[in-house]
Structure formats: C-alpha cells, structure tokens
C-alpha cells in the first residue's frame, strides 16, 4: 500500500502563493505517477495537473495553466504544487493521488489508487 500525506494548506490573499507538499511512503516513489485534485464545496473533485513517472511529463488543466507548477523530488519521495496569483476560486481541499498503473494518470480520478487525506487552502479578496 501506499500512503499520501499533503501539507501546505492554509488561508491566503489573493495574489499570494502557496507551495502543497505531499510525502509518498509504502512503495517505490518512482513507480508512481502522481497528480493535484481538488474539490471546492458543493463542487466535484477536479483535477489539477499531472506528473509522469520521473517527471519529464506534465499536464496542467486549464484553472491551473500558467499560475501552478507541479514537481517531484525522489529523494524525499515528495510531489510539490506551486500555487502562484492565487484567487478566490482556488479555495478548496486539494488532495494529491498517485498510480502505478500508469507512466502518467490521466485528469480522471479513477486512474489512481492511492490518495491523500487533503489540505485546505483559503484564498480571500
């Protein structure tokens, strides 16, 4: 099994950044490929962007193109969201999840197994 634990959350101001941080143990992090989700109340989980393998492949949906950057550290088994020119709309819990079934997930949940417990982020105006 594997186990996702996310940190980084917190209230910000529009504008702001944040940096998420999702520790990966329980199996080899290399194996994973890995991505950002979140979920706004009353709203479905969408996705944020992925992340291949050894991260040479990224894919970023359109609320996050240009604005957050995704990245990996195999030597701390860690994925990263770079969260920059925050809005209001980005309030949500973000989650990230990870497979071994792919070089890199898709934007649809069900091609990860493995998720995180979630990280609030607030963005006032």
């Known amino acids: 099994q594997v186990q996702l634990v996310e940190s980084g959350g917190r209230l910000e101001q529009a504008g702001g950044s944040l940096r998420l941080s999702c520790v990966a143990s329980?199996?080899?992090?290399?194996?994973?490929?890995m991505a950002w989700f979140r979920q706004a109340p009353g709203k479905e989980r969408e996705c944020v962007g992925t992340?291949?393998?050894?991260?040479?492949?990224?894919y970023y949906t359109d609320s996050a193109k240009g604005r957050f950057t995704i990245s990996r550290d195999g030597a701390k088994n860690t994925v990263y969201l770079q969260m920059n020119n925050l809005k209001p709309e980005d309030t949500a819990v973000y989650y990230c999840?990870?497979?071994?079934?792919?070089?890199?997930?898709?934007?649809?949940?069900?091609?990860?197994?493995?998720w995180g417990q979630g990280t609030q982020v607030t963005v006032s105006s």
């Open positions: 329980g199996r080899t992090f290399s194996m994973l490929a």
């Open positions: 992340i291949s393998r050894n991260g040479d492949l990224t």
């Open positions: 999840a990870g497979t071994s079934r792919y070089y890199r997930g898709g934007v649809d949940a069900t091609h990860y197994d493995f």
